[in-house]
């Protein structure tokens, strides 16, 4: 089993920045994958970048330019770094963690809201 914590979200004005932070812990395998999802009420859960333990990210073309996915392996942790927000930005986001054998593991959420 994998147990993620997500943390970061929160009330941000249009043009901000946050800061999502997902830190897995259990049953960790040297070779996975991390990464953050988005989700808006009545839609799918969509993808915003992913990043392996290797070093290879994925990054929806939505999120290119203003959303930056890092990690840190020694701490099993994933980072969303999220500039220029704009009201439509205001989501549940929700941490993944990807098995070599492709399990999922998902983090509850944490919500964004883009708003003055």
């Known amino acids: 089993q994998v147990q993620l914590v997500e943390s970061g979200g929160g009330l941000v004005q249009p043009g901000g920045s946050l800061r999502l932070s997902c830190t897995a812990s259990g049953s960790i395998g040297s070779i996975n994958t991390m990464g953050w999802y988005r989700q808006a009420p009545g839609k799918a859960r969509e993808l915003i970048a992913i990043?392996?333990?290797?070093?290879?990210?994925n990054v929806a073309d939505s999120a290119k330019g203003r959303f930056t996915i890092s990690r840190d392996n020694a701490k099993n942790t994933v980072y969303l770094q999220m500039n220029s927000l704009k009201p439509e930005d205001t989501d549940v986001y929700y941490c993944l963690y990807r098995t070599t054998w492709d399990r999922e593991y998902w983090g509850k959420g944490t919500l964004v809201t883009v708003s003055s």
């Open positions: 990043a392996t333990s290797g070093g290879n990210i």
